[in-house]
């Protein structure tokens, strides 16, 4: 029989940083599609929109006004998931006797949520803001790192972005969102699990080996610069992912030199430009960076290497997506094109924005 | 200070069966929504649409000719992703000196996929299908399941339903899909596992001793007749997220009685009548069958506990949905009311499909 085909032959490709397995079935690509079509993202707003309750100097859905910020500006989430003070709450530790404590683990969760607006103006998005306003973006977020590590017995600060109504965004004004909890949430808990396991049996960070191969690889590298590498995972999910590596073991923004800052900057402008060039539409994801706990304990510092993760649905122009329902929630993530696949074409994109040529 | 109160203090639940946690933030409920609104579905198809590649006498994708089938009608899968047959591959086994082949595991993955038809009529669904219908859709299920045991060398079948298009399902003729693969997937994988872990230290299983706790405590219990339990679980994710629950420890579908197997299409019915009861629109789901493989190896057959999934993305309203996006991808699923009041509002709604009164 002929030899294994990565281009047409449907396989499962391994994750070690979760600890997971993803079905690849790339002869599947030519599908049609006669299903939900997404509504392409017009690119028409005004800088200043009197009804966002997230432009400078309006009010918010609370009632509350915001300043005539010129900058970046964060506050507290004012539909905020978690709250700095409640009760304590933990399930009692479970005896074999005690069924129900011994399935129904519960534990009481405070935190704190924020809002950060990129920038006053409500019709820009990170690609086509300046790389210099992009970076005073960073600069908020580090010092928010650093103020809730001074201020509040807090453990992990997740830094998110949805971007586009498909993702769940209910708001164009350019924002993010940072949940800060007592605990390491799942997904950075998972991760710093794999991350100790491959120290302890290699001595060597599983994220530094990683990028080694990919270095030498290049097939699935979009874009670099002296301090980051943007990437698509061998072990890809969404169909246009991907994850913007640190190149030193670095742990968290605070330990970033300027001129790392700035690569930063840099290279997350030219990501969301050629995700925006991809389909000539602003390409909606979901983003956020994993870093160390701001209170680590342990071995989660030194475990800790800096990297974003962007989760993009478009599949096939601005108004198809990739669904990850029935056998993505039931048994498995599926994909169509390859990561390679997926890499050759976010690397050949434009880095210049389609609306600035 | 004053008490943990479960329906106003945010909290994490622990997932036993997936070995997970989720934040539930109860206090959120009365959040206002104002981002992406779906499209409420309207029930207004006809019985027979020449357009539609599954309807009776029409031509599929390919050009093919589906029969007059009366009834329940399958066949395979236009774009599988997974074929019958492909060369084989395996990563070679790691050597410390070889970081790619410790870092990029890869399994080739053969197998066949089907799409089931529930019903020659373009225009109906579970819920309004009779239980007689319903119980030749479940004896098509068991049919499959024993021809792909005797005829296949593949390991696990996974029955999946995606309703609606908000769940990435591409046409309403009410049908689901089959997808057998050589291994188990990775989340009846994660179950299985946990089921091991639970016996092992309990010499028990985890789901039996489960159901004792949710039929004593009542209060997450939406529906149950002699053989199955509908109830949302402790740690559901989805808004209204259920479990259909055998109540004996059975394994697989051909091992269900007559009698249990009428129950299953009652409950299956009741269950769905009342989701579209809850906003009066057909109610968009995934939901998937989660039984032993079909060649189990080991353990596998003794520790399977037959259960279905439901896994439905509304809300608030028809055209509300809940989406699992940002600090739901990056950290840790979140939901807003708690298991208790959707069970609830589920429990107090009718058993008579609102078309038909
Ligand atoms: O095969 P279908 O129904 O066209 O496709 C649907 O279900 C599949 C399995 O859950 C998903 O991978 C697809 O993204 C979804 O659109
Ligand atoms: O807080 P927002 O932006 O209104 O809400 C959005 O992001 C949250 C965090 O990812 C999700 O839980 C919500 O479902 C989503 O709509």
């Known amino acids: ?30 599908r049609p599609w006669q ?39 964060y506050f507290v989430n004012d539909f905020a998931a978690v709250k700095l003070d409640q009760p304590d709450y933990v399930t009692p530790e479970a005896d074999k006797e005690n069924i129900k404590n011994r399935l129904f683990k519960v534990q009481g969760t405070k935190g704190t949520c924020f809002v950060i607006c990129f920038s006053p103006k409500h019709n820009v998005t990170l690609p086509v803001m300046s790389v210099p306003d992009i970076r005073v973006v960073i600069n908020t977020w580090t010092d928010l790192y650093l103020k809730l590590q001074a201020e509040t017995p807090f453990k992990y ?31 950075p808990a998972k991760e710093f699990s794999s991350l100790r396991s491959y120290s302890a049996e290699h001595d060597s960070c599983l994220l530094c080996d990683y990028l080694s191969v990919e270095s030498a690889e ?24 991907t994850m913007i590596l640190a190149k030193s073991h670095v742990a968290s923004l605070p330990s970033f030199s300027e001129i790392q800052k700035n690569d ?86 434009d880095d210049v924005h389609y609306s600035e040529k």
């Open 35 to 73: 299903g939900q079509q997404e509504k392409a993202s017009t690119d028409s707003l005004a800088s200043y929109d009197p009804k966002c309750y997230l432009c400078p100097g309006n009010a918010r859905m609370t009632g509350e006004q915001n300043p005539r910020y010129e900058s970046t500006y």
């Open 264 to 349: 930063l900057a840099s290279i997350v402008k030219t990501l969301t430009t050629k995700y925006d060039n991809l389909f000539l539409t602003s390409f909606p994801y979901s983003m956020g960076l994993h870093q160390a706990p701001i209170h680590p304990v342990g071995d989660e510092y030194e475990l800790a290497h800096f990297h974003m993760h962007f989760y993009p649905p478009l599949l096939r122009g601005a108004t198809v997506r990739k669904f990850l329902v029935g056998y993505e929630l039931l048994a498995e993530p599926q994909r169509d094109l390859t990561a390679e696949q997926a890499a050759d074409r976010l690397r050949t994109l």
């Open 157 to 187: 600060m997740q830094i998110f972005e949805n971007k586009g109504a498909s993702m769940g965004c209910s708001n164009p004004h350019p924002h993010c969102q940072v949940w800060c909890t007592e605990n390491v949430p799942t997904e």
């Open 1 to 30: 029989m002929s030899e294994f085909d990565f281009n047409n032959n449907s396989h499962r490709r391994y994750n070690p940083l979760l600890d997971s397995w993803i079905l690849v079935s790339p002869h599947r690509t030519q």
């Open 218 to 241: 290049k097939s699935r590298i979009v874009i670099e610069n002296d301090s980051f590498v943007a990437l698509v995972p061998f072990w890809a999910v969404w169909p246009f992912e």
